[in-house]
């Protein structure tokens, strides 16, 4: 919903405390309807520019601490200044959502909603209604973790085939798969499997060497992000389906 949200297929409902803006100065959002900037995992200051009622203005997620990052609020200033009232509950629209209308655009969402996709495809379903037509569009399926596979984790492993059925049957023409990689594809990569390898992907998971590492203390494997090589069988898929569809 957050990649939707700055994505334009789902509106962004803010309230702003007071009801209206002052001069320039940051207003504290009272009510967000998805926090879109919001992330555990980093202390960034993120700020999204758009407009409310017409008005430019300049969103900005506040956190403070590193570990744990605590979020502190969502506040809004205007480009110009302002004294304009702004109801509850009005849509604000971020200027990369409408710059990207017209574009090509490759669309992976619902990894962090694991193990519960339900509704993932509806979103989705929004967000290609919002790029503008011919819509220019591939649509990458979730991925499995290392432990989400057809021995261990089977109840999420299940979830992200069963979704990214959906998904493959709604966007046949589009759909990018993120299942394990063919001999062929291996090949293409100049990768040769080991053997733990070849059981990951028996197994139905993308295997452990085009995972990333997470540097610990102590070092381990990324049971989830790809690494360069996993990246790269990633990014041949979605090449070849570009050039299937005269994108590219």
């Not at 969103?59 to 990052?69: D, Q």
Request: charged share 15%.
């Amino acid at each position: 919903m957050q990649i939707a949200c700055r994505q334009g297929g789902e509106p962004i409902r803010v309230s702003l405390t007071g009801g209206a803006f002052n001069g320039v100065n940051q207003v504290i959002l009272s009510y967000v309807s998805t926090p879109f900037l919001s992330t555990p995992a980093s202390p960034v200051t993120p700020a999204y520019s758009g407009k409310i009622n017409g008005i430019p203005c300049i969103i900005t997620r506040n956190t403070t601490g590193v570990s744990p990052v605590v979020e502190v609020s969502y506040t809004i200033r205007p480009v110009f200044s302002q004294n304009t009232v702004i109801a509850d509950n009005s849509i604000f629209t971020p200027d990369v959502a409408v710059n990207a209308i017209n574009d090509i655009q490759i669309l992976w969402i619902g990894r962090n909603n694991v193990p519960n996709l339900a509704g993932v495809d509806f979103i989705l379903d929004n967000m290609i209604t919002n790029i503008a037509k011919p819509r220019r569009v591939v649509v990458i399926g979730v991925l499995n973790a290392l432990n989400e596979n057809k021995t261990t984790g089977i109840a999420a492993y299940n979830q992200v085939i069963a979704h990214n059925a959906i998904v493959k049957s709604k966007y046949p023409l589009n759909y990018v798969s993120s299942e394990p990689p063919t001999s062929a594809e291996m090949t293409r990569l100049a990768f040769t499997p080991d053997t733990t390898d070849l059981a990951d992907i028996d197994k139905g998971t993308i295997p452990t060497r085009m995972r990333g590492v997470i540097t610990g203390p102590p070092v381990s494997v990324d049971p989830i992000h790809l690494n360069a090589i996993g990246a790269q069988l990633i990014v041949n898929r979605v090449f070849d389906k570009l050039k299937s569809l005269n994108l590219i």
